[in-house]
């Protein structure tokens, strides 16, 4: 089974529309963090947001949104008003702790490929 | 600009060729990373680093052969690579391996193999 599961593989949608990127997440720790990573053609990964496990308060970052549901295992990220300059691949990614220690492994999903039509 | 820089940005070799990539951040982190991104797989995680020592090893062919001189360079050297070798490789880094430390990637090297 998938740590990370992004099940939409790809999304595209028409310039100011709203669009949210689901991302599911599955893990027995208690302490865990997830991520969003931005990565558009050029190939790096841009680092958007992270959140613990502790900290289920939304986030609003200008167009960019972050609902994280611990009961769902859910951390879906919305953009809105979506702009061209938005069309990228978006990972979420999960990381716990190797065995209980203090080292932590990042797990990401396969990502959802953003395209934003003018 | 990007606190990770990688080099080459793309590299064809044949199979018996022999290469090295590069990496190098500028953040003053201590943990460096090696991934492998092939075509509609997740990223995999290959090799870490944390102040310069060897961490984790992802069950990773010995063509590759990852080194740390110090935590602000790292290498992936490559020899009798395979075809199904071809993809982008990333190198990120983050100040430690605590959970809560995002990882900054650099733009990743494309390598094909011929």
């Known amino acids: 089974a998938q740590k990370v599961t992004q099940a939409q593989t790809e999304i595209s949608v028409v310039e100011k529309e709203d669009v949210t990127l689901d991302c599911v997440y599955e893990?027995?720790?208690?302490?865990?963090?997830l991520f969003w990573y931005k990565q558009p053609p050029s190939g790096e990964l841009v680092f958007l947001i992270r959140?613990?496990?502790?900290?289920?308060q939304n986030e609003i970052s200008g167009r960019y949104s972050w609902n994280f549901q611990k009961s769902t295992s859910s951390f879906n990220f919305t953009i809105t008003a979506s702009q061209v300059v938005d069309s990228a691949v978006y990972f979420c990614a999960l990381s716990e702790a190797y065995s209980g220690g203090s080292n932590y492994k990042l797990t990401f999903g396969k990502g959802t490929l953003l395209t934003v039509n003018p | 600009e990007t606190g990770v820089t990688q080099t080459p940005r793309h590299l064809v070799m044949g199979m018996t060729n022999k290469k090295s990539l590069k990496c190098e951040q500028h953040l003053g982190h201590n943990a460096m990373y090696w991934y492998k991104q092939s075509a509609k797989k997740p990223l995999e995680l290959m090799f870490v680093?944390?102040?310069?020592?060897?961490?984790e090893n992802n069950s990773v062919p010995s063509r590759f052969s990852p080194e740390c001189p110090n935590s602000s360079h790292l290498f992936l050297h490559l020899h009798t690579l395979q075809p199904e070798d071809s993809a982008l490789y990333l190198c990120?880094?983050?100040?430690?391996?605590?959970?809560?430390?995002?990882?900054?990637f650099g733009d990743g090297t494309r390598l094909s193999i011929l």
């Open positions: 959140r613990n496990s502790f900290d289920e």
């Open positions: 893990t027995r720790d208690t302490t865990y963090y």
């Open positions: 990120a880094s983050s100040q430690d391996r605590g959970g809560n430390q995002p990882q900054h």
């Open positions: 680093y944390n102040f310069k020592e060897q961490t």
